[in-house]
């Protein structure tokens, strides 16, 4: 059904709103999304939405996930179509195919520009923005009458544009006066200033529904990377509070909600009946908001249980009700059971809607997944959603990494980076981090080998989870790390280490190897991962946030190696600069490398170095 219309017909006293989803990364996590889209729609959204990669990298999936929910689910679906780097033809193919899985929202926009390219350069000249999409749409006869069109705002201004507010509302009117249907904002945390701007619009003309689109802060790290990005402000007040919780994961969540829920309340007293929530594949937070602004009702808790050693000897427990014990025999049954069956929580046929799948499955992956999350997670990869490429222009690159044009310059530049000297790499967009500070002398030794480092920690044994450096999570907490390193370097090299771990024996250090060619080196098994950050709460299970196994490595080695791409679009074709850079990227490998010894922070680096 046309979103427009069902927004006409709602007369509920509870606000409608959305929820928005992004094909995750591998397969796992697309199979486990559908599960956690299964569960949300529950809670009985007026419409979900479905994004689209820039230049249709994720169009298949994208496609495939929004006729899932549609046809599987039966839940209004809003696909995202973007314009950007899309080849002729490629429009109207996704058009079709949304047209013929009854999808019958589309969400138009421009999208970010390509990597690699200072200004965006459209591919298919008719579209250069998501004005031209509407245009196109409502003026094509196969399309106009079928499809409800929804438009991008952005009540803190759009961070490519130079116009003022007032311009931008004009384009935004120009794309209603085009046939668009309804508008989803970009995120924002001032509510008084979305007020003023929706004010504005609304006395421009613009009259069609404008839905204001919120994301709850998940994590300290993704907010301050996202806020950035997006270009939102972020009153002070919000600022201080954060600030001073940053080192407290749960802190942060639990902010995210309360801050979520009195924007919605504000919103909600000054006539706002509609919420777009970008969920970042993740549910608890956005069940909990919903929960307290009692919009659904609430979820009893999941508690760990306590075994007891006797079925009789819960009676002499406390108080403890029987829900709440657990005979040891019934504990390795069912522990068992899981792991013969390899039951991974938010899967299969245990946890299917309505049976307890709002308990324990909705945390297992409740903070983002970034880089180095678990590859079956749903929200694994979300920081790509932001990926700006390089983030910078070609003439910011060239300042900020020079010219190279052999080896010993990429060398050269790692190694200043470690120093402090050089801000950024491609890989890394910041300095240094604060933790990587004590293993910067192993990390110059292994750059000045010519393997050119672009992740690492160093291990940690039981560190505070306040501490200033090392910690996270909850107060009153430990955290443990095993080292590990990510490098590039000639398959000469990885070779060399391969016959070290064979002549060595050690059992103490797994890796992962891969080149652009895809051919791919370890000695794990496929089903085989490393837990190399884990966290131990209080009142809490073992928490393992940070994972490197097959499929998140594979993911992230595309991205990697494709970082050497776009660094070579910085410079003209056949020049020494892109010929280098290209070289490179087709010789040389990705390996990541982990010492399991957290208790001996110099093993890993021993081991590297020595000999």
């Known amino acids: ?216 802060i998940q994590t300290y790290a993704s907010f301050m990377r996202l806020t950035k990005l997006c270009g939102t402000r972020v009153p002070e007040e919000l600022l201080t509070q954060i600030n001073a919780i940053k080192h407290d994961d749960q802190l942060v969540k639990d902010l995210g909600v309360e801050v979520t829920v009195a924007i919605i309340r504000k919103l909600q007293q000054n006539g706002v009946q509609g919420f777009h929530f970008c969920t970042l594949n993740l549910e608890k937070s956005v069940q909990k908001v919903l929960e307290t602004l009692g919009w659904i009702g609430h979820r009893a808790e999941q508690h760990n249980m306590l075994i007891s050693e006797s079925p009789n000897q819960s009676i002499t427990i406390g108080s403890l009700p029987p829900e709440m014990v657990i005979t040891a025999s019934d504990a390795a049954a069912s522990a068992s059971y899981k792991l013969h069956h390899q039951i991974h929580p938010g899967s299969g046929p245990a946890n299917t809607a309505g049976k307890g799948e709002l308990l324990s499955t909705t945390t297992w992956d409740e903070f983002p997944n970034g880089r180095f999350g678990d590859a079956k997670s749903p929200a694994f990869g979300v920081s790509d959603l932001w990926d700006n490429g390089l983030g910078v222009s070609p003439a910011d690159a060239i300042a900020f990494w020079g010219r190279p044009t052999k080896v010993e310059d990429i060398t050269s530049l790692f190694v200043r980076y470690l120093k402090g000297e050089a801000s950024s790499t491609p890989w890394s967009d910041s300095p240094l981090l604060s ?42 907490g430990y955290v443990f790390q095993k080292a590990f390193v990510e490098f590039f370097c000639s398959k000469e090299d990885l070779m060399r280490i391969e016959s070290k771990l064979i002549v060595t024996r050690s059992e103490w250090v797994t890796y992962f190897a891969a080149n652009m060619l895809d051919e791919y080196s370890t000695n794990m098994t496929d089903e085989g991962s490393n837990a190399v950050t884990w966290g131990v709460f209080p009142g809490k299970e073992i928490s393992s946030p940070t994972i490197i196994e097959r499929d998140s490595f594979l993911a992230w080695k595309d991205e990697a190696f494709g970082y050497w791409t776009q660094w070579g679009l910085v410079f003209p074709p056949d020049s020494p600069e892109r010929k280098l850079l290209e070289q490179i990227r087709d010789e040389r490998w990705l390996v990541s490398l982990v010492h399991h010894n957290f208790k001996d922070a110099d093993a890993l680096w021993t081991f590297l170095l020595s000999g």
């Not at 486990?32 to 479905?50: D, G, M, Q, T």
């Not at 990298?57 to 899309?86: F, G, P, Q, Y």
């Not at 292994?446 to 044994?461: C, E, R």
Request: glycine fraction near 6%; include cysteine.
């Open 1 to 216: 059904m046309r979103l427009s219309d069902k927004i006409a017909e709602w007369n509920s006293l509870t606000p409608f709103y959305t929820f928005e989803f992004f094909p995750p990364r591998t397969e796992q996590g697309f199979d486990n999304l559908v599960s956690r889209i299964e569960r949300l729609s529950k809670f009985n959204p007026l419409a979900v939405s479905i994004t689209w990669g820039a230049g249709g990298s994720t169009k298949d999936w994208s496609l495939k996930l929004a006729d899932i929910c549609r046809n599987d689910h039966e839940v209004n679906t809003i696909m995202h179509l973007t314009c950007t780097n899309m080849q002729v033809g490629t429009v109207e193919d996704a058009l079709r195919a949304a047209r013929e899985k009854g999808i019958r929202n589309i969400l138009a926009l421009r999208g970010d520009p390509p990597r690699g390219e200072d200004h965006w350069i459209p591919s298919d000249p008719r579209f250069t923005s998501g004005l031209d999409l509407v245009k196109f749409i409502k003026s094509t006869p196969e399309f106009r009458d079928y499809f409800c069109v929804g438009v991008a705002a952005y009540p803190d201004g759009h961070t490519e544009s130079t116009a003022s507010e007032e311009e931008q509302i004009r384009h935004l009117k120009a794309k209603v006066d085009a046939g668009a249907d309804f508008i989803i904002t970009q995120l924002f945390y001032d509510a008084d200033s979305f007020l003023s701007w929706q004010s504005k619009a609304q006395s421009a003309g613009i009259m069609i529904p404008i839905i204001p689109g919120i994301m709850p």
């Open 435 to 476: 933790e990587s500070i004590p293993i910067a002398p192993h990390l110059s030794k292994l750059n000045a080998k010519g393997w050119w480092t672009v992740a690492s920690q160093p291990a940690v044994d039981a560190a505070p989870s306040d501490d200033e450096t090392y910690g996270w999570g909850p107060r009153g």
